[in-house]
């Protein structure tokens, strides 16, 4: 049984935790992976409370959610979950079954077929409303010069040729796993 939150009480902790980095999850045709990120934010349109992620198009998880439409944000309590996080971004779901690697536990969820995650009980289940690549042409040019080299590899961890894809999804559903 996992014990339903308000996310209103939760919001500087979940915050502060984006600065150092949580996970997002999605399961597709059972396969279940995460990736660390510390781009993104809690916020409002539509008249819905949403979750909004920066993703890079070359991300194994970015495809599993452009499918899925489903995901889960996972946030560490107490436990910093630096290990997690540390291996969650810096290998791809292409090489690694992280979740086995790392013996994590799956709780399944009541609202999105994307389980939580034990280790990172704040869970916030979200279905994706909108999803949009980023213009690059849009975002200026020193910022673009700092955070997509296009001289880099994309098939490195921290290759950041690849521009975001933005999703914007709907939290359906926030507890805590137990
Ligand atoms: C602290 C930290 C924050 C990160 N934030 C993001 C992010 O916001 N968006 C993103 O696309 N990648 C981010 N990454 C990189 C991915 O987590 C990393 O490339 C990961 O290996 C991708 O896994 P996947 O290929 O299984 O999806 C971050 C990595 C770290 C260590």
Known sequence: M??????????NHIMSQ???????TCRLNDRVNSLTVAWGQVGF????????????????????????????VNI????KAGKILGFCGTKSGR???????????????????VPGIKELPLTLECKVLYSQLQDKNNIPDDLKTEFYPQDAGSDYHSANRDFHTMFIAEIVGAYIAE
């Open 2 to 11: 996992n014990n339903k939150i308000d996310i209103y009480k939760h919001m």
């Open 18 to 24: 984006l600065k150092t980095g949580i996970l997002i």
């Open 45 to 72: 349109e539509w008249n819905k409370l949403i979750f909004t992620a920066f993703i890079r198009t070359g991300r194994y998880t970015h495809d599993m959610i452009v499918n899925k439409k489903e995901f889960t």
């Open 76 to 79: 560490p309590m107490e436990d």
């Open 95 to 113: 090489d690694y079954d992280k979740a086995k690697e790392l013996g994590l536990t799956f709780i399944e969820s009541e609202n999105v077929d």
